[in-house]
Nanobody
Framework: QVQVVESGGGLVHVGGSLRLSCVAS????????MEWYRQAPGKQREFVVG???????NYADSAKGRFTIHRDNAKNTVLVEMNSLKPDDTAVYYC??????????????WGQGTQVTVSS
């Protein structure tokens, strides 16, 4: 089994910062990309930021210049530092990991999500 667990969400004022963490665990042979998505009420889930096993990053336009992603391959962990937060950043943030389980095939695994609320 593979589990993906997010943490670090919360309530912050406009202009504040939060750090989100995502850990993949279980019977894992390899992990490729790890990505963050978010879904605001009444809206579709959208890509925010991602990082490959080799450290290449990709940011949505909304995240560029404000969010920074880091990855620790030894710990199967990614961190996202979110700065200059805006009310539009309010959403449930989900982590997705592309994982090859031991003895299995590559699949996407999602976490349960963590709420980020930015108050004005």
């Amino acid at each position: 089994q593979v589990q993906v667990v997010e943490s670090g969400g919360g309530l912050v004022h406009v202009g504040g910062s939060l750090r989100l963490s995502c850990v993949a665990s279980g019977s894992i042979s390899a992990i490729s990309a790890m990505e963050w998505y978010r879904q605001a009420p009444g809206k579709q889930r959208e890509f925010v930021v991602g990082i490959t096993h080799g450290g290449s990053t990709n940011y949505a336009d909304s995240a560029k210049g404000r969010f920074t992603i880091h990855r620790d391959n030894a710990k199967n962990t990614v961190l996202v530092e979110m700065n200059s937060l805006k009310p539009d950043d309010t959403a449930v943030y989900y982590c997705k990991a592309e994982v090859q389980p031991v003895g299995g095939t590559w699949s996407d695994y999602w976490g349960q999500g963590t709420q980020v609320t930015v108050s004005s």
